[in-house]
C-alpha cells in the first residue's frame, strides 16, 4: 500500500520540522504517488489473498487463469469450507459440524471456545424454532458441562437460556442473539478456524491495510494539510478545507 507508506514517510519528514501546519499542494503529492513503484505481482497476490480468504472461488479460479497469480491453498478446499459456512449462516449447524469434522477433527477437537459457540448456536436455533423442551435438555447435557469448566461459558449460556424466560423472544433484551448478525459472528469464527487449520491468514490483508491507511492520514492531518482519501471505495484525492 504506496500511499501508507508516502504518509508514514511525510509524518516523520514534518515532525523533524517546525512546529507549524505544512501545506501539501495536490501537485506535490500526486507527485510523490507517482514516484513510488509498486509491482503488479505483489497488487494481484494482494486480490488473491482476499478472494481466497473471503471464499469466492469461482472468481479465485478465473483471476488465477487471466493474471496466473497462484493461490496459496488448494482452491477446492474453499468450497468445502464455505459449505460449512453456509450452513452456519442458514442455521444448520449440525450440519456444520460434521462438514468440519469430515475436513479436519482436529479443528474442534483443539479448540473447544469454537466447539461451545457452535453448540450455544444450536441452542439459539432450537430457541428460534420454539423447541423449548429439546432447548433444555440440550443446554443441560452439552452445555452445561462445559459452563462448569469455564467460567465465561457458563455466562454466555446462561445469557442464552434467558431467552427462553420472554414470551416473544423478538423483542425482548437478549434478541440480538436471534440476529442475523450472531449466525454470522459464529460462521466467521469457524471460517478463521478452517484457514488457520490450513496455515492460511484467518483474515485477508486489503482490509488491515486500508486500516492502516486510515491511520496513517489521521497521524499526518494533526500535523499538515494535505489531499487525503475519504471515500476508500472511489480512492478519489480531496483536497484539505481552506
Same mark, same amino acid.
Given at each position: ?56 472461488? *469461482? ?35 449440525? *450440519? ?29 436455533? %432450537? ?46 433484551? %437478549? ?68
Amino acid at each position: 500500500m504506496s500511499l501508507f507508506w508516502i504518509v508514514i514517510r511525510q509524518l516523520a519528514e514534518i515532525e523533524a520540522m517546525a512546529t507549524s501546519k505544512k501545506v501539501i499542494t495536490r501537485e506535490e503529492w500526486e507527485k510523490k504517488l507517482n514516484d513510488v513503484k509498486i509491482r503488479k505481482e505483489d497488487m494481484n497476490k494482494l486480490v488473491m489473498n482476499f478472494l481466497v480468504t473471503e471464499g469466492y472461488v *469461482d472468481a479465485a479460479e478465473k483471476f488465477r487463469k487471466e493474471s496466473g497469480t497462484e493461490p496459496d491453498i488448494d482452491l477446492g478446499t474453499i468450497t468445502d469450507r464455505m459449505a460449512v459456512k453456509k450452513a452456519v449462516q442458514s442455521g444448520n449447524v449440525e *450440519d456444520a459440524i460434521e462438514k468440519v469434522n469430515d475436513l479436519n477433527p482436529e479443528i474442534l477437537d483443539t479448540n473447544p471456545q469454537l466447539f461451545f459457540h457452535l453448540q450455544q448456536q444450536r441452542l439459539i436455533e %432450537l430457541i428460534r424454532n420454539g423447541r423449548v423442551e429439546e432447548a433444555l435438555e440440550f443446554a443441560q447435557e452439552e452445555l452445561a458441562p462445559r459452563g462448569e469448566e469455564n467460567q465465561g461459558f457458563l455466562e454466555e449460556l446462561e445469557r442464552t437460556v434467558a431467552l427462553l424466560a420472554f414470551e416473544d423472544v423478538s423483542n425482548c433484551p %437478549l434478541g440480538e442473539l436471534l440476529d442475523m448478525s450472531q449466525r454470522l459472528k459464529t460462521a466467521s469464527e469457524v471460517n478463521a478456524a478452517i484457514l488457520t487449520s490450513q496455515s492460511h491468514e484467518k483474515d485477508p490483508k486489503l482490509p488491515s491495510l486500508l486500516k492502516m491507511l486510515i491511520w496513517a492520514q489521521n497521524q499526518l492531518e494533526e500535523k499538515a494539510a494535505f489531499p487525503r482519501i475519504n471515500d476508500l471505495s472511489t480512492a478519489v484525492l480531496e483536497d484539505p478545507p481552506v
